[in-house]
C-alpha cells in the first residue's frame, strides 16, 4: 500500500470519526423505550389497573407448586386425623356424661311437655278475664282453651300408649336394637340435660387461638356498648369487608351520624367484654385520613400477651442511627415499632413491675449501637439493670444516695452547658450550612470533627428521686425543663423514668414539655394523664387498662396520638452481647471517651447566679425582695447558697448584691405591699437577657 493511499484512508477515518461526534453532540436526545401509557384517573381501565395490582391470585399458592400442594394436604390431614382419633378415644366418655345428663333432661323434656298440654301460657289472660268480671271474656277463653287441650291430650295419650306398646314388645323379640334405640335416646335427651358450666366436649383448641371475626360480632358488640343508629337514622355500616390483617382480623366501620371513633375507643374494654374476647385482643382504633367517625377494630387471633417474644431487630448484627428512628418494640399486630429520640425528648411512666426496664434496655441498647452518640447513664434505683452498657458510656452512675443524686443534677448542668456551647458554635455558622434552621445535623457533625456535634443522650433512671428529694427537686425540676425546652435542637436528648407517675414526682412543667411519652401500665387517669398528657384518657388513650403482666406493653404517644407498643424483650445475657458489640464498634470508630477510656468526667456547670435568680423567679411578678430571693436560691442550690441563710437579712442581702455585681446588676429599695413594706430587692427588668442559643 502507498503513502498517498495510507493517508488518504487516515483522512477517510479522521473524517468518520468527526462527523460522528458531531452527530451525537448535535443530535437532540431521542427515547429509547416509548413513553408508557397511563390511563387517566377515575376511568374504568384505571380502576381495573388498580384492582389487578392488588388483585388476589386466583389460584391459591397451595395449589401453585406440587411441593406446596403436598406440605398443606400433609399438615391438614394430620390435622383432622389427629382430631379423630383425640374425639374417638373420648367417645365413652362423652356418651357416659349424656347418660348422667338424660334424668335431668328427661325431667325437663317432661315438664315443657306438660306445659304444652295444659296451654298454662294461656292461664295469665285467663286469670285476668276473669279479676275484671268480664263474662263474656272468659266464656270466650275458657272455649279457645278447652278447644286447644283436648287434642293435645288426646295425642299425648294415644303417643304414651303406641310407645310403651312397641317398648314392650321389641324387648322380647329384639333386646339387643332395644337397648341400643334407649341407651341413644337417653344420649339425646341428655343434650336437654346440660348445665351451662360444664362442656360435654373435652377443650380441645389452645384457650389462645380465638374465634374468626365477622360482622354479626361487631354489630352486636357496638349495640351492646350503646353504638347503633337511632330511630329512622342510619345505623352501623362496614367500610369494607372483614379481612385478614396480620395476626388477626381487621374491620372498617363507619359509626352512625354524629358519633366519633373516640366513643369506641372509651369504651373498650366494655367492647371487649360484649365481644367475649381478652382485652388485650381488641384493638379499636379512628382512623382520622377518612373521618372522625371511621372505626377501625383489629382483634387478634392469638392473645398478644401469650405470644411468643420476637426478637429485636438488631439483636444479632446491625447498627443504630440516633438521627434516625431506631427499633424499640412491636405493635399487637407484630409490626416493628420505631421510636425517634433526635430533636426529642422521651418520658417513660409506669408503676413498679410494668416493665420499664425492658424499655429501657430497647433504648439504651439502640443509643449504643451509633458510635456517634454519648451516653451519659444515672441509674438511681442503684439495681444495676444497666450496667450492660457501662463498659460503653462517658458516664455511668447506679445508686440511690445523695453523692448518686447530686452527680446526675451535674449531668444535667453539664448538659445545659454543652447546647450552650454548640448554641453559640451554630450561630456562629451562615445559613447556608444550616439549610433546615439552626440545629444540630450528621452533616454538621461530620464536616466539624472538631466541634463534638455528635448526640448526647443523658438517661435518668427513677428521675422521682431527684423530683421528690427535698434539696434537690427545685432545681432538678428546673434543670429537666430547660434541657427538655431548649437542648433538643442543639443534640443534647434527655430521657427520664420514673415507676410513680403522680404529680408529685413527675412536675407538671417537666411532663407538660416532652416530645415523645411512653405510658406502661398505672392506676387511675390521673397517672396516666401526667405521662401522655392532659385528656389522653378521654381521648382513648388508657394505659389503665394495660395488666401488670403485659410487662413492657404501653402507650407511645408523640403529640395528641398513640399506639399500643410492646418493647422487644432483651434479657440481661444479650444485653451484654449486644453491648460488647457496640463496644467494638466504638473502639473501631476511636469515639470512646470518659469513664469508658478511664478519664475523670468534668461535669461542667457554666450557670452563673444570674441564672439561677431567673430559674426560681416566681411566674408573674415583677419585684421581690432579696431575702425571699435567698431563701429560693438557697431551696434551689443549696450547695451554693445555704450558707446566706445562717446569715442575718441585711448580711444575706449584701451577699446577694455582691454577687450580682460583676454582671452589673444591683439591688435597689424596693417597697412591695402584698409582702413587707420596703426593703432592699430585685425587679424581673433589671436582669439581663439570656443568650443561651434559645
Not at 389462645?208 to 356498648?225: G, M, P, Y
Not at 466504638?586 to 468534668?602: P, Y
Request: neutral net charge; hydrophobic residues 40%; aromatic residues 6%.
Amino acid at each position: 500500500m502507498t503513502d498517498t493511499t495510507i493517508d488518504f484512508h487516515k483522512e477517510a477515518q479522521d473524517t468518520l470519526a468527526e462527523t460522528i461526534i458531531d452527530v451525537i453532540q448535535d443530535a437532540d436526545p431521542r427515547p429509547v423505550d416509548p413513553p408508557q401509557q397511563t390511563p387517566d384517573p377515575g376511568t374504568w381501565i384505571a380502576e381495573a389497573q388498580a384492582y389487578l395490582a392488588e388483585a388476589p391470585p386466583v389460584v391459591p399458592p397451595a395449589l401453585r407448586r406440587w411441593d406446596a400442594f403436598k406440605d398443606a394436604t400433609r399438615w391438614t390431614a394430620s390435622y383432622y386425623a389427629h382430631i379423630t382419633a383425640f374425639h374417638t378415644l373420648r367417645a365413652p366418655v362423652y356418651l357416659a356424661r349424656l347418660l348422667a345428663r338424660a334424668p335431668r333432661g328427661t325431667g325437663r323434656f317432661i315438664i315443657r311437655w306438660g306445659k304444652w298440654v295444659a296451654d298454662t301460657e294461656s292461664r295469665p289472660v285467663t286469670a285476668k278475664a276473669a279479676t275484671s268480671a268480664d263474662i263474656e271474656a272468659w266464656l270466650a277463653l275458657s272455649r279457645e282453651h278447652s278447644r286447644r287441650v283436648r287434642p293435645r291430650r288426646v295425642a299425648s295419650l294415644a303417643v304414651a300408649t303406641t310407645t310403651g306398646i312397641t317398648t314392650t314388645v321389641a324387648a322380647f323379640l329384639v333386646p339387643g336394637w332395644t337397648l341400643s334405640s334407649a341407651v341413644a335416646a337417653a344420649a339425646l335427651v341428655g343434650l336437654n340435660g346440660r348445665k351451662g358450666d360444664k362442656a360435654l366436649i373435652t377443650r380441645y383448641v389452645a384457650t389462645n387461638v380465638l374465634r374468626k371475626l365477622d360482622s354479626t360480632e361487631v354489630f352486636e358488640a357496638l349495640a351492646a356498648i350503646g353504638i347503633e343508629g337511632k330511630r329512622g337514622r342510619r345505623g352501623v355500616e362496614f367500610a369494607a369487608e372483614v379481612m385478614r390483617d396480620g395476626p388477626g382480623w381487621r374491620a372498617e366501620v363507619d359509626l352512625p351520624p354524629g358519633v366519633e371513633a373516640t366513643a369506641v375507643l372509651e369504651k373498650r374494654a366494655a367492647l371487649a367484654a360484649a365481644m367475649r374476647r381478652p382485652i388485650s385482643t381488641v384493638w379499636p382504633e379512628a382512623d382520622r385520613t377518612a373521618h372522625p367517625g371511621r372505626l377501625v377494630l383489629w382483634v387478634a387471633q392469638r392473645d398478644p400477651a401469650k405470644a411468643g417474644r420476637k426478637l429485636w431487630p438488631l439483636m444479632k448484627d446491625g447498627q443504630a442511627d440516633v438521627y434516625e428512628p431506631l427499633p424499640f418494640g412491636f405493635d399487637p399486630r407484630g409490626n416493628l415499632v420505631e421510636i425517634t429520640l433526635m430533636y426529642s425528648n422521651l418520658l417513660v411512666g409506669g408503676i413498679p413491675g410494668s416493665g420499664k426496664t425492658s424499655c429501657a434496655l430497647a433504648i439504651v441498647l439502640g443509643v449504643a449501637l451509633d458510635p456517634t452518640a454519648e451516653l451519659w447513664i444515672y441509674e438511681l434505683k442503684g439495681s444495676g439493670d444497666l450496667d450492660s452498657v457501662k463498659p460503653i458510656c462517658h458516664r455511668y452512675v447506679s445508686g440511690d444516695e445523695d453523692e448518686d443524686l447530686e452527680a446526675a443534677l451535674a449531668g444535667m448542668r453539664s448538659g445545659i452547658a454543652e447546647y450552650q456551647r454548640r448554641a453559640t458554635f451554630i450561630r456562629s455558622l451562615p445559613a447556608s450550612e444550616v439549610p433546615d434552621g439552626r440545629k444540630v445535623t450528621r452533616a454538621l457533625a461530620e464536616k466539624y470533627p472538631e466541634q463534638n456535634l455528635g448526640p448526647r443522650v443523658i438517661v435518668v433512671d427513677e428521675v422521682q428521686e431527684l423530683f421528690t428529694h427535698p434539696e434537690y427537686k427545685e432545681e432538678a425540676a428546673a434543670l429537666a425543663t430547660r434541657l427538655i425546652k431548649k437542648a433538643r435542637a442543639y443534640g443534647i436528648i434527655l430521657i427520664l423514668l420514673t415507676q410513680n407517675p403522680d404529680a408529685p414526682s413527675l412536675p407538671t412543667s417537666v411532663s407538660s414539655s416532652v416530645g415523645t411519652r411512653l405510658c406502661l401500665a398505672v392506676m387511675d387517669w390521673r397517672a396516666n394523664n401526667n405521662v401522655l398528657g392532659t385528656g389522653a384518657y378521654d381521648r382513648g388513650m388508657r394505659a389503665t387498662d394495660i395488666s401488670i403482666t403485659e410487662q413492657g406493653t404501653g402507650i407511645l404517644a408523640r403529640g395528641r396520638e398513640g399506639l399500643t407498643v410492646r418493647a422487644a424483650f432483651i434479657k440481661q445475657t444479650e444485653a451484654e452481647d449486644i453491648a460488647a458489640r457496640a463496644l467494638a464498634l466504638r473502639t473501631a470508630a476511636g469515639t470512646l471517651s470518659g469513664q469508658s477510656v478511664g478519664d475523670q468526667v468534668e461535669e461542667l456547670d457554666v450557670e452563673t447566679v444570674v441564672d439561677h435568680v431567673r430559674a426560681i423567679w416566681p411566674d408573674g411578678v415583677d419585684s421581690v425582695h432579696s431575702h425571699r430571693l435567698v431563701e429560693a436560691l438557697a431551696a434551689y442550690r443549696p450547695d451554693l447558697y445555704k450558707p446566706w441563710t445562717e446569715m442575718d437579712a441585711a448580711a444575706a442581702s449584701t451577699a446577694l448584691s455582691a454577687a450580682l455585681k460583676p454582671f452589673k446588676v444591683s439591688t435597689r429599695q424596693l417597697t412591695i405591699r402584698e409582702c413587707c413594706g420596703g426593703a432592699k430587692g430585685l425587679r424581673y427588668t433589671d436582669l439581663p437577657a439570656a443568650e443561651d442559643g434559645e
